[in-house]
T-cell receptor
Framework: EPEVTQTPSHQVTQMGQEVILRCVPISNHLYFYWYRQILGQKVEFLVSFYNNEISEKSEIFDDQFSVERPDGSNFTLKIRSTKLEDSAMYFC?????????????FGEGSRLTVL | GESVGLHLPTLSVQEGDNSIINCAYSNSASDYFIWYKQESGKGPQFIIDIRSNMDKRQGQRVTVLLNKTVKHLSLQIAATQPGDSAVYFCAENDGGSQGNLIFGKGTKLSVKP
């Protein structure tokens, strides 16, 4: 069964450092998303991406965050200068037809710990 | 602000019983609702969805009910099994958004053997 894969599974970094989280969406999907979940809290939308550009982003997704699809298979989330409050589980998701016509498939997440 | 919330944070049921997990939403413009299951250390897993032009949708052992009048969503799990133990989230597409799912806080379902 096709799945969304994410790396690394866990990253520990110092405050102020740059972090790149990587995702390989399901191969024929066209819509890509990043969500995050702070420990014990609900899953929160960060950004959606389609046709090589951001479709929507939340207020969490400030100028410290960026996304990129550098090639035909990877979708990355970069945090330029990490803060303590960026510590969370980051989930990548993809969809073949967009949210309103199909489900989002989530990866297993990348846990980011900022010290 | 408008949000999705859950009535009960935890639910404990006996194996074989039916489970009902409830959710309230407040964005009347949302037209697509999803239930996700999240097991410990894993990402959300799609269970079932429903669009606002429907009141009920059934899957395998699961049923989602949508009451637009009172903005209420529920997930019914028939013959609950130990493997159903997880946190369940309802989510709505924020006012018809194409990508922004608003998740509720989650209900932890524990199934006792």
């Amino acid at each position: 069964e096709p799945e969304v894969t994410q790396t690394p599974s866990h990253q520990v970094t110092q405050m102020g450092q740059e972090v790149i989280l990587r995702c390989v969406p399901i191969s024929n999907h066209l819509y890509f998303y990043w969500y995050r979940q702070i420990l014990g809290q609900k899953v929160e939308f960060l950004v959606s991406f389609y046709n090589n550009e951001i479709s929507e982003k939340s207020e969490i997704f400030d100028d410290q965050f960026s996304v990129e699809r550098p090639d035909g298979s990877n979708f990355t989330l970069k945090i330029r200068s990490t803060k303590l409050e960026d510590s969370a589980m980051y989930f990548c998701a993809s969809s073949g037809t967009g949210l309103n016509t199909g489900e989002l498939f989530f990866g297993e997440g990348s846990r980011l710990t900022v010290l | 602000g408008e949000s999705v919330g859950l009535h009960l944070p935890t639910l404990s049921v006996q194996e074989g019983d039916n489970s009902i997990i409830n959710c309230a939403y407040s964005n009347s413009a949302s037209d697509y609702f999803i239930w996700y299951k999240q097991e410990s250390g894993k990402g959300p897993q799609f269970i079932i969805d429903i669009r606002s032009n429907m009141d009920k949708r059934q899957g395998q052992r699961v049923t989602v009910l949508l009451n637009k009048t009172v903005k209420h969503l529920s997930l019914q799990i028939a013959a609950t099994q130990p493997g159903d133990s997880a946190v369940y989230f309802c989510a709505e597409n924020d006012g018809g958004s194409q990508g922004n799912l608003i998740f509720g806080k989650g209900t932890k379902l524990s199934v006792k053997p």
